[in-house]
């Protein structure tokens, strides 16, 4: 499973620094590096784009994992350098941006988009599988979720746009509820789709979301 991320424009990145003068910038070692959003190399290249509009950059890591509980020793092996920084650019997913945010009080901003949680089902593709909505219809869908693959989330089965099993949205991407019935199909469960599921229940998810473990 990986945050899949994207780089934001460079634009917004200057933006977002406009009160910064001098720039510490902070990578991942785990997802922005094997996606080529925050690794060593994408940081460095950060770095020439700051120094290239007159930014000071005091310094740079790469973070083994950002999103980790060592991150705060990481930050505390270069607190040198970061004091010598207005601000902290963190090339990871919003997860690292806040971790990093918890242990340094210098304003941390995030040089990537998060995207969605990624689980690799084909050789270099990532899929979103789960919306984590908790409200879950697994059990009703053969195992592959509508809220997540079907683009307008449909619960009760495939809208009126679907072409010889591929989705309206999507001519390259197969419809959802194709796969879903294909899937009863061969379980011998198809009496499932008489089911009718009720509208999504959006209450189902305090945001933001806690979880006291005993």
Not at 50 to 70: Q, R, S, Y
Not at 124 to 135: A, I
Not at 157 to 166: A, I
Not at 199 to 204: G, H, I, R, S, V
Request: with cysteine; net charge negative.
């Amino acid at each position: 499973m990986l945050s899949v991320t994207e780089q934001k424009p460079f634009e917004e990145i200057k933006e977002s620094l406009s009160k910064c003068k001098s720039v510490y910038v902070i990578g991942c070692g785990t997802c922005a590096t094997e996606l080529h959003t925050g690794g060593k190399a994408e940081v460095l290249e950060m770095k020439e784009k700051l120094e290239a509009e007159g930014k000071t950059v005091p310094g740079w890591m790469v973070i083994p994992t950002a999103c980790d509980e060592l991150t705060k020793y990481a930050l505390e092996s270069s607190e040198e350098e970061i004091n010598k920084a207005d601000c902290l650019l963190v090339m990871s997913c919003s997860y690292g941006v806040h971790q990093v945010g918890q242990f340094n009080p210098k304003p941390s901003l995030p040089a990537l988009n998060t995207l969605f949680i990624g689980k690799e089902n084909l050789e270099g593709v990532l899929d979103e599988v789960c919306s984590q909505c908790g409200d879950c219809v697994l059990a009703w869908t053969g195992g592959i979720c509508p809220v997540t693959s079907c683009p307008k989330g449909l619960l009760n089965g495939p809208c009126g746009g679907t072409n010889n099993g591929k989705c309206e949205v999507d001519s390259e991407k197969d419809c959802a509820w194709t796969l879903i019935y294909n899937r009863l199909k061969d379980q011998d469960r198809l009496d499932l789709l008489e089911k009718d599921q009720p509208p999504k229940n959006y209450q189902a998810v305090v945001k933001p979301g806690r979880l006291a473990i005993n």
